[in-house]
């Protein structure tokens, strides 16, 4: 498959929020916010981000780790001190290097899957093929393949996938023809990816995901409230990068997302705001040593962008391994990040 070379507008300036995406990952990184030694490859551009963004990606990406670790520890027998296999199908993936840290901290599932649009994955797999640290960890010194032209990495641990998440047929056939199991437990993520879809596409593959995985877990972190006049700026300042959060009227608050899983096949749903998830889900200690990395005044600010993220969790659990499943109430059972020094 050749990579198209015309784009349509939106969807070339939805691709290029993955790229600031990564800045900001970086920028969290070199302060101290968060450890992953992979990010670096993924950015061509480094730049230092206001406190407001650290933090802001900080409390995201703890929020969204946490859920994730909690997943892969789900099922976990005391007795055998066996953990039933799971995979990741992580939508909109862009350059994330969560299987990459996963891989190196030994917790990697059986599989882990990432899909975003074939001009994405040609543009990782070719990061990926030219760095060493990633293709030894992948293991595709000794196997496996990978086709950066196309996009396309498969080895028997993590695959890379060109596919539209808004063509159904497209993505099953992408999922079909790398072994794809419906049935083992999932963990699907998805974050600042379906608000950019219409929302009968984005509804659509809600739906199509709540029928097949009998047991799954769906993460979704993305924008709300676009009606207050935070959010009709929000949107404006989205809207003049060239990508308008086209899904974001469908789903405009906790409550909408909330249903919208409930209504597509999805057994239990909940919903949200980063406000509540920063000051009752996230580890005391942890956020602590965040607060003081940087100098911090603008707690207006910081309030009203966190009341306008949200992240919504939905699941699946017929094998009833997810019964006590969600950001757990400020405490200690947390697995901070591990923290660069
Ligand atoms: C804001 S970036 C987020 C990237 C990554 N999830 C993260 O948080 O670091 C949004 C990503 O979703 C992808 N995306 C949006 N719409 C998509 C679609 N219809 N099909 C495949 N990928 C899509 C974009 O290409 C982009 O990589």
Not at 118 to 130: D, F, L, Q, R, Y
Not at 266 to 286: C, F, G, S, V
Not at 300 to 312: D, F, G, P, S, V
């Amino acid at each position: 498959m050749s990579t198209p070379t015309v784009l349509k507008g939106s969807d070339a300036a939805v691709q290029n929020t993955n790229d600031d995406a990564q800045i900001s990952k970086l920028s969290c990184v070199r302060l101290g916010y968060f450890k992953d030694d992979f990010i670096q490859y993924f950015v061509r551009r480094a730049s230092r981000r206001s406190p407001l963004i650290n933090r802001g990606y900080y409390s995201r990406i703890t929020a969204l780790r946490h859920l994730l670790y909690q997943f892969l520890a789900a099922g976990h027998d005391p007795a055998t001190g066996s953990t039933p296999p799971k995979q990741v199908l992580s939508l909109g993936a862009g350059f994330d290097t969560t299987w990459f840290q996963l891989q190196s901290e030994g917790i990697a599932p059986a599989r882990y899957i990432e899909v975003d649009f074939a001009e994405v994955t040609h543009k990782k797999a070719n990061i990926i093929g030219s760095k060493e640290p990633l293709y030894k960890l992948l293991g595709l010194d000794k196997g496996g393949e990978i086709d950066a032209e196309s996009g396309r990495i498969v080895t028997d641990q993590y695959c890379l996938l060109p596919a539209d998440l808004r063509d159904l047929k497209a993505l099953e056939a992408a999922l079909t023809s790398v072994g794809f199991q419906p049935e083992l437990p999932t963990f699907i993520l998805s974050e600042c990816v379906l608000v950019y879809m219409r929302s009968q596409d984005s509804d659509a593959l809600v739906h199509w995901l709540g029928r097949r995985l009998p047991t799954a877990v769906f993460v979704l972190y993305e924008q709300i409230k676009p009606d207050d006049a935070f959010g009709q700026q929000m949107l404006m300042n989205i809207e003049s990068r060239g990508c308008p959060l086209l899904g974001i009227r469908g789903t405009p608050s906790l409550e909408s997302h909330v249903a919208r899983f409930r209504n597509n096949g999805w057994q239990r749903a909940e919903a949200k705001d980063m406000n509540t998830i920063y000051r009752d889900h996230l580890d005391p200690q942890d956020k602590r040593r965040a607060e003081r990395l940087e100098i911090f005044d603008e707690f207006e600010e910081w309030h009203l962008i966190q009341e306008h993220y949200c992240i919504a969790t939905a699941i699946n659990d017929t094998q009833g391994i997810f019964r006590n499943y969600g950001l757990p109430e400020n405490e200690s059972i947390h697995k901070p990040l591990p923290c660069a020094d």
